[in-house]
Structure formats: structure tokens, C-alpha cells
């Protein structure tokens, strides 16, 4: 499988897009349909836009006008679109062209070069829609392509359209690229789309479902404590500490003495800075028996504290409820952090929960300062209305000179005009703080907004709200709280129902929890961890694979008739996103995904209901969402990293997870069952003994005693490591066209391969705890590439103990070493951190095979160890991982490739009238221009045509920077929007 995608970007001469048909091709609904994508497929055969994997081509998101692909070795917009670096005929042109891309031969100068003619039958227009990557579609054709994207994605096309220009494009000027009229390309196709059936979707944790009521004889007790984060600690000590009772405890505290954080950040979509904010749960015990009325009276203050914060009219039967909250004395200390509190009935401040069983607010008492000084501490203002604004008092003022009541008086409610006098001239001012309701993300989300503080109020106008503010400010994180609390426990409802409780709680929450949930905290979803499952499912797939096969079979069959390209097929739809999806289906995973954001405006809490209108219960036990297949693929994978990480990177407990998972794995149930890879290999012998696993050594029928070391050859030694078996080290490094040899090199080169995923996926994953996953993806793509390892073949001297080269071969890889070794040399005289270090061979024709060799000896080293996972680590750590930081890309580096930038630009301008003309010769070098309404701007010529067209674009940006496009570009720009 190549890892660089320039191998299988290839335009052969004379080939056409299959999509330029008449009518869509036809997938059966018995077998995973491949989602196939205009762009990237030629005749049938796959493209660039694959998963990691290779499994299958990524959805057309290039009709979004950018392109989303997931886990490929390369981000399509950083890769090189080039064709092929082997050499051509001297009459082999290929032309791209804004609008169409065309391949031309002299032997067939004939064929077409843009989209076909084909009609579209009943009553859909005979019309072409160019995107603006280039790609032609019919209507009929573009409406199967978005129908099989929103199948693969789940999500409504029309959210990608927003920059993307549809233009009608007239068959006699396809040609030439013209484009005509624009038309609405989402109302043609709306009605071809295929929308895929929801799935079921529990949103109450069984917890809620599953617990009686509150009674007075069984009261648990959790403390709840509101902690924001710096800036703002400062305000820490305004809110009250709260209690919530319920029927049964908690099932999230682990030993009743560590507390639990439950983030309650908020950000809105206005662009104020995010303000990060935990709610801190403890376990307050199981409290002495209530006096009888107490739990009816708490659960009416928690009535009237969700009425206030939720501004609806919520009610809930006494005898239903299933928790309340109760405010805490203000003298109550926080408990230490390693202690657990046992909560008492005389810590609840009762006089204010019976105060919640008389009117909403009262107007002050302006007798004397003394007593409205007694009123406005840890007071709310509002007016007679229930549902209205509510102000915190921060302070009174005393000012001989009253303002203008024009400037004190609200804003609302009350008009100037309707103040004839006041009964009290004399009384002071309240300044007070605006308070910002729980849908609206609650008092975190006010203490970043300006305009809050310096209200001024005359309190005569104003009455005093019967709950503290105190405890407001906390009950605002309610909702909040509850809509994570939820998600917490749903989670450890999979974890224990599927995976018998193997995960760690929130490693189980962020390996179910989509990007959408959190789009402003990627970490707290499932990426990163479907990048680490991900490889360890490559993994093990591949030695399955291998032991399925007889373990190293010597030929092109393996034992019993089985062929190794069926195997390898087999693997690839073992790991492919749809069956991944039926795996997870088939489990039970899916309904427990979190694929919702949270929308506090929508909460109403469990059982309660909206007393005006029919009864509500915003949160039903099973709902439905629309998920695509690569997401619920995406979550299995996380769910594989999250069960390596729980048991302390245990490979044994990822392999478990994927049988739970029913991930059809017939041969590996620990790692243990490695040792199965030595059947059928010469010397290999069982190393299996009473269930547990030994290393395999192989078998010599003379053992040389220890001190004969010495006088070994150095061909043993490979990346320092001294092979046991010496005819293994020498065959890894052979080129022979052996087809015995070739077999055994491609085992190692998929099992080394796999391997180096694995230790740099894990190595970043651990050394960069704070990077979302797209760094990631470039860090890892930078170091696992083809390119990249070949250049590491020459540096660490890897090239040099090639045997068996061919003379055809000898000439190639002497001229490559020899030019990635002049730029070694000058990039170690550059600066430690300059940008010239990065990916330095990018500037060298490549000869990416040279790739495999390093693959292959990493694969052959874990054979001869043994098996042996950690020598293998330690054989990255100290060979590929100091080359692999010194020169490629780390976090904060993420460099483009020139064509994609140009394209990019071009894209952007909405320009067509551009070519990226290729010509090579043989021998001879490769020479791209760059044509910009028909006048060059770039050229380049070099050994391979992905290098010359990286040089031509290269120079073809810094000429555009120079003078700017606007001088080379006279087309319309293109006007952003949604169609």
C-alpha cells in the first residue's frame, strides 16, 4: 500500500471521469456501498481521498468548494496533485485547467476532455454544473454524489455550499471552459437525495429512570460547588455552595472521598472569549431522616429556583420528584479536598427554603439605612414580574446630588412620565450587576460580557427576590450541569452494560462525545482517540491476517488454499468504515452516541412540564439522530483507543475491546497469540506455555556460545539490532524478484508498517496532550510517509545494505542518495528551528520504494526479537523518533503544498481561465508551466513531474505576490453566499 499519494494521483492518457454519464451508476443495497467522489476517481479506480486505510474514498465534500478528508496519509489541500514521476513517452502532454482537467495523448487526441453529453431523463434539465475544484457533474450525477455523502456524513449538504459557485456550462464550450448562467444546483437535486433512517438515541441515563422518589427516610447528599477558572477566581467566593438531594447516590463517585469536576464552560456565538468553568460534586452521604415536610419544601424552593433561572413555567408533582436542591448556610466551610463531608440537616439554610413557599419578591423597607443595608446583602432586585430581569446588588450609594431619573430608572416596565413623586426623597441608590439567565449560559458566561455592572436603581421602584443571590449565581450552572451529568452517566451505562466496566469514566464519555457536541473543545471529543484506535485496529488486523495465512507462508498461497490478495482484502473491509458501522450497530454502541450540542434554551429537566400548553418532557428516554456511517465507525475506533488507555496502554485490553466491539478478528484474543505468526516458518517453535506468552525464538540446530558475537558480520545489524537469524537480515534487504522472497519482504512491510503507525500515533499522542487532531494528523502523515522514510533509508546508511539491486535500479537509487545526501549536508549548516529544515527531501525527486525498506526491516526486527513489541519500541526511539523530530513537522508547523495553495486561489478568485501544462520526456527532464490566461507565470523542470510542478507553482506564487492576482486575473471575483 503506498503511503504517499502521488503514486495513486496518476492521470493516465486518454482516461474519463465515470461520472460523466447519463445516468448514476447503481450500488446493490446488499454489500457496504463505496462512496466514491468525482475528483478523485478515474475508470472505476480509486483515488487519493482515502481513509488511512486505504479502505475507501472519501465523500465528495469537493463539492463544498473544499475538501474534508479524514485520516488520510495527507490532507488532500497539502498534497500533491501532480501526475505520476515515472517517466512518459516524449508525446505524453497532460493539461489542467480551471473548469476541466484533461489528459491528452498523441494517440489519442481525440478524446474528451470535459464532461460528457449525456441527458438527464423526465424533467431534469440537460445541464452541467462545474464545482469549484474543476469538477464537472450532471444534475442527476451530482444528486447520487450527495446523496452517497450525506449516507457516509450525516449531515446536510447544504452547510458545505456556503462559498461554492454551480455555473451551467454549455457542451460546445466545454472545451474551452466557458462558463454560463449560474443556477441553484441544491433545488434541482433535493429531490435525488437518499436521506438515511435516524437511529434510536437515549438522552435519561437509566439512573433518572430507574430511582424512586424522594422521601423523607432515604436522602443522599451531593455538594455542589461552582469554581471558575483564572481570571476570574476572584468571584469564586460569590456563589454559594448548593446541595442536591436525591433517592439514591450518585453512581460517579468512585471511593466517596475524591470529588468529581464537571465542566460547565461556556462560549457564545458572538465571539466572547470562552470561560472555562467546572462545577465540583461531592459526595455528602446518606443523611439522618428528614422531618416530615422538609423534602415537599425542598423540592417547592427547586421549583422556584428552575422557574427563575429557566424564565418558563416549569412544575413537577411532589410525589414524582426525583431530586431537589437546597441552598447551604453561608457559614458552611468547603470540605477538604481529600476528606468527604458528611452533610448535616442544620448545614441547609432553612429559613431560606421556607421562604420560597411565599410571593416571588417583596418591596424593601425604607424606614432607615441600617435596614436596607440588612435587605441588600446577597440580594436580587427585580420588578413585580416573575419573569423578568434580575439584578445582583453590589452596593448602595449615598450621593447629596440625585441624578436625572431619566438615567436611573430601567429601561423597561416602568416609563418616566408615570413617576409623579417619590415617598421616600431621600433614599439611597442601589448600583447593581446584571444577571444573565442559565439559558444563556448562566453567571459563567456573564462574567466575561461587558455592560454587566453600574446599573442604578431606585429601590422604592424595584422589589426584592425571595432567593439569594448567592445561590443564584450557582443554580445558574444548573442546566449546564445537568446536561453533562447526563452525558456522564449515560456513558458508564454503555461502559457497564457493554464493556463489562473496563473503561475509565471519561475516556468512555469522550470516545462517545462528536466534535459537534464540543466545537470549541476538540479534545473533549473522540478525534484524538479514534487516531490512536485506529492504529492499534490496524495492527492487530494485520497480524490476524498474517496468522490466518499460516503465519509466514513462503508463497503467494497460504496453507490451505488461501490467497493472500483475498486476505488482504479481506482486512481492508474488516477495518472499513461501513463495516466498522454494522460492527458497532451489531454491539450496541450507537444509541449511547453523544451526537447533539448542548442547548440550554431547550432544557427541561427529567419529568417536569410546561404548566401552559400540553405537558413536555424535553428529555425523552429514547429519541432518534441522524449520524453518518463514518461517525459511528469513528466511535468505535475511539472507544479501542479509550479501552488501551484504561488499562495503561494494555494492548491485550484494545484487542478485547475490539471483540466487544465484534470486530471479526478469528486468530488474536490477547497479544499473547502473536506467537502464532511463527507456525509454518522455518525454526519457529510454539512459545505458548500454560496461558501465558514467552518470546519465540528461532531454533539453530548450533548454538554458538555468546563470545562468537565477535566475529559476526556487520550485514546482522540493522538499525541496531543484531539479527538472530542471519539469513533474515539479509533477505530483508534483498530486491530480489524472488517471488518466495517478495512474499516474506511484503509480510514484514505491512507488519513494520503498522508497527511504526502505532509507536508515532502513541508517541505524539502522549507527548502532546493539549493538540487537537488535526496537528496531529500532520505530525503523523510528516512522519510515516514515504518520502520521509526514504530519505531516512539514506541518512541512517539503511540504502547501503541493499542486496540483489538490479542494474535497471542501481543508477536510480545511487542518484537519489547522492542528491538527498547534498541536502543533508546543507541543512545541518541551518539554523536549529528554521523552516528549511522541515521536510528538507521534499525538494528531491522522490523514489518513495526505498520507503518500504525501512518498514520492512522494522517488521523483520519484531520477527527475530521474538515478537517482542517493546524491542521494537526501543528500536523507534532511538532510530526513526530523533531523526523524525529533528526534521519534520511538529504542533505549530503545517506547511502547504504550492499546487494546492494555487488552487486554492484560483478557487477563491473563482477564476477557470488557468492550466498546469505538464510535458515529459524520456529520457529528458519534466518541465510544468503555469498558464494564467494563457500567459505563463511559472516554470519548472525537474526528474519527476511532481517535483517540476512543485517548482512551477512555487515560482508562479511569488510572481502572483508580487504583482497580484488582480493584474493577472481580470475574471468577476466570485461573491460568497449561500445558494
Keep these: 500500500m503506498p503511503k504517499d499519494k502521488d503514486k495513486d494521483d496518476r492521470h493516465e492518457a486518454g482516461t474519463r471521469a465515470p461520472w460523466k454519464r447519463s445516468a448514476p451508476p447503481h450500488f446493490p443495497h446488499d454489500r457496504p456501498v463505496p462512496i466514491f467522489n468525482p475528483v478523485l476517481v478515474r475508470d472505476g479506480q480509486r483515488g487519493r481521498g482515502r481513509d488511512r486505510d486505504g479502505d475507501e474514498p472519501v465523500s465528495p465534500s469537493s463539492l463544498a468548494g473544499e475538501v474534508m478528508v479524514k485520516g488520510g496519509k495527507k490532507r488532500k489541500a497539502e498534497h500533491d496533485h501532480a501526475t505520476s514521476s515515472q517517466a512518459h513517452s516524449s508525446s505524453n502532454v497532460q493539461v489542467e485547467e480551471g473548469g476541466t482537467a484533461a489528459s491528452r495523448s498523441g494517440s489519442r487526441s481525440g478524446s474528451r476532455s470535459g464532461a460528457g453529453s449525456g441527458a438527464v431523463s423526465g424533467d431534469m434539465p440537460d445541464l452541467q454544473f462545474t464545482t469549484s475544484s474543476g469538477t464537472l457533474l450532471t444534475c442527476q450525477n451530482a444528486g447520487h454524489v450527495l446523496s452517497r455523502y450525506l449516507q457516509s456524513f450525516g449531515y446536510d449538504p447544504s452547510h458545505f455550499r456556503a462559498d461554492t459557485t454551480y455555473t451551467t456550462v454549455p457542451p460546445q464550450h466545454l472545451q474551452r471552459g466557458r462558463s ?7 433545488r434541482i437535486i433535493n429531490p435525488l437525495l437518499v436521506r ?94 428528614w422531618e416530615k415536610g422538609q423534602v415537599e419544601m425542598a423540592i417547592r424552593w427547586t421549583v422556584r429556583m428552575m422557574r427563575a433561572q429557566l424564565n418558563q413555567a416549569f412544575s413537577i408533582e411532589e410525589r414524582t420528584a426525583k431530586w431537589a436542591i437546597v441552598p447551604l448556610v453561608r457559614s458552611f466551610k468547603r470540605p477538604e479536598l481529600h476528606k468527604r463531608p458528611n452533610l448535616r440537616r442544620r448545614d441547609i439554610a432553612w429559613d431560606e427554603v421556607e421562604a420560597g413557599d411565599g410571593p416571588f419578591s417583596l418591596p424593601f423597607e425604607l424606614s432607615d439605612l441600617d435596614t436596607l443595608q440588612s435587605q441588600v446583602d446577597d440580594a436580587m432586585i427585580s420588578t413585580r414580574a416573575e419573569f423578568s430581569r434580575r439584578y445582583y446588588v453590589q452596593t448602595i450609594r449615598t450621593v447629596s446630588r440625585r441624578p436625572p431619573l431619566t438615567l436611573i430608572l430601567p429601561t423597561y416596565g416602568i416609563a418616566v412620565p408615570t413617576v409623579r413623586s ?14 444573565t439567565p442559565a439559558k444563556s449560559g448562566g453567571f459563567v458566561a456573564g462574567v466575561s460580557q461587558s455592560g454587566m455592572t453600574g446599573h442604578l436603581f431606585i429601590p422604592e421602584l424595584q ?50 462525545t462528536c466534535p459537534s457536541v464540543t466545537p470549541l473543545a476538540v479534545e473533549k471529543s473522540y478525534q484524538r482517540l479514534e487516531m490512536l484506535g485506529d492504529t492499534l485496529l490496524k495492527l492487530v488486523s494485520t497480524i490476524d491476517m498474517y496468522i490466518k495465512a499460516g503465519g509466514c507462508p513462503g508463497k503467494g498461497i497460504a496453507p490451505g488454499g ?45 419529568g417536569w412540564a410546561v404548566e401552559i400548553g400540553t405537558e413536555s418532557d424535553g428529555r425523552k428516554a429514547t429519541d432518534k ?86 566475529f559476526r558480520s556487520a550485514e546482522t545489524n540493522l538499525l541496531g539490532w543484531d539479527f538472530r537469524d542471519e539469513q533474515r537480515a539479509r533477505d530483508v534487504m534483498s530486491l530480489s524478484n524472488d517471488p518466495k522472497r517478495k512474499t516474506v519482504s511484503q509480510k514484514h512491510k505491512l507488519i513494520g508498517d503498522a508497527l511504526l503507525d502505532y509507536f508515532v500515533v502513541d508517541d505524539l499522542w502522549h507527548r502532546y496532550p493539549d493538540v487537537g487532531p488535526a496537528p496531529l494528523t500532520h505530525m503523523t502523515h510528516s512522519r510515516v510517509g514515504d518520502t520521509a522514510l526514504a530519505a531516512f533509508c539514506v541518512v541512517s546508511g539503511l540504502v547501503d545494505r541493499l542486496r540483489d539491486v538490479d542494474g535497471q535500479a542501481a543508477p536510480v537509487i545511487q542518484k537519489f542518495k547522492r542528491a538527498i545526501l547534498e541536502v543533508y549536508r546543507q541543512t545541518e549548516k541551518t539554523k536549529s528551528g528554521s523552516e528549511t529544515r522541515i521536510e528538507w527531501w521534499s525538494n528531491v525527486a522522490q523514489q518513495n520504494f526505498l520507503g518500504d525498506v525501512a518498514e520492512a526491516a522494522l517488521g523483520a526486527i519484531f520477527e527475530d526479537s521474538g515478537h517482542d513489541l517493546e524491542a521494537c519500541r526501543s528500536i523507534y526511539e532511538k532510530q526513526f523518533k530523533p531523526f523524525m523530530d529533528l526534521y519534520c513537522v511538529g504542533p505549530h508547523e503545517h506547511p502547504l503544498h504550492p499546487k494546492s495553495v494555487f488552487l486554492e486561489m484560483m478557487s477563491g478568485r473563482g477564476c477557470t481561465r488557468w492550466k498546469i501544462h505538464n510535458h515529459g520526456a524520456n529520457p529528458g527532464p519534466y518541465v510544468t508551466r503555469v498558464l494564467i490566461h494563457d500567459k505563463e507565470y511559472g516554470k519548472g523542470t525537474a526528474d519527476s513531474s511532481a517535483l517540476a510542478v512543485r ?22 471575483k466570485r461573491r460568497k453566499g449561500r445558494l
Excluded at 636 to 658: F, P
Aim: neutral net charge; glycine residues 6%; hydrophobic residues 40%.
Design 180 to 186: 454560463g448562467n449560474r443556477t441553484n444546483l441544491w
Design 196 to 289: 438515511p433512517s435516524p437511529y434510536n438515541h437515549i438522552t435519561t441515563p437509566s439512573f433518572w429512570v430507574d430511582s424512586p422518589p424522594l422521601s423523607r427516610h432515604e436522602v443522599h447528599a451531593t455538594l455542589l460547588e461552582l469554581r471558575l477558572a483564572e481570571p476570574h477566581t476572584t468571584r469564586n467566593e460569590e456563589c454559594r455552595m448548593l446541595c442536591m438531594i436525591s433517592s439514591r447516590p450518585l453512581p460517579i463517585f468512585a471511593g466517596g472521598e475524591e470529588p468529581v469536576d464537571i465542566d460547565v464552560s461556556q462560549a457564545d456565538s458572538q465571539g466572547r472569549p470562552r470561560v472555562e468553568a467546572v462545577m465540583r460534586l461531592r459526595d455528602g452521604g446518606k443523611m439522618k431522616k
Design 422 to 435: 417619590l415617598e421616600h426623597p431621600s433614599q439611597p441608590i442601589l448600583q447593581c450587576e446584571l444577571s
Design 463 to 512: 422589589h426584592r427576590h425571595v432567593l439569594s443571590a448567592s445561590a443564584f449565581r450557582t443554580a445558574s450552572a444548573l442546566p449546564a450541569l445537568f446536561l453533562a451529568l447526563d452525558d456522564i452517566l449515560i456513558a458508564r451505562e454503555m461502559d457497564k452494560t457493554i464493556f463489562g466496566s473496563a473503561l475509565r469514566p471519561g475516556l468512555a464519555l469522550q470516545a462517545l
Design 562 to 606: 488461501v490467497d493472500l490478495e483475498t486476505l488482504h482484502a479481506d482486512r481492508h473491509v474488516l477495518v472499513s468504515n461501513r463495516s466498522l458501522m454494522a460492527n458497532a450497530i451489531e454491539a450496541g454502541v450507537v444509541p449511547f452516541i453523544r451526537s447533539a450540542p448542548h442547548r440550554l434554551k431547550l432544557w427541561i429537566p427529567y
Design 625 to 710: 439522530q441522524h449520524l453518518g456511517d463514518k461517525v459511528v465507525a469513528d466511535v468505535a475506533e475511539a472507544l479501542i483507543g479509550a479501552a488501551y488507555l484504561s488499562k495503561d496502554k494494555s494492548v491485550d485490553a484494545a484487542i478485547s475491546a475490539m471483540h466487544v466491539l465484534h470486530i471479526p478478528l478469528q486468530e488474536v484474543w490477547t497479544w499473547g497469540d502473536v506467537h502464532k505468526l511463527a507456525r509454518g516458518s522455518n525454526g519457529m517453535a510454539n512459545g505458548r506455555a500454560n496461558g501465558s506468552f514467552e518470546p519465540v525464538l528461532p531454533a539453530r540446530k548450533n548454538k554458538a556460545p555468546s563470545w562468537m558475537k565477535a
Design 951 to 972: 517548482k512551477a507553482c512555487d515560482v508562479a506564487l511569488e510572481k502572483l505576490k508580487a504583482i497580484g492576482l488582480d493584474n493577472a486575473c481580470d475574471c468577476p
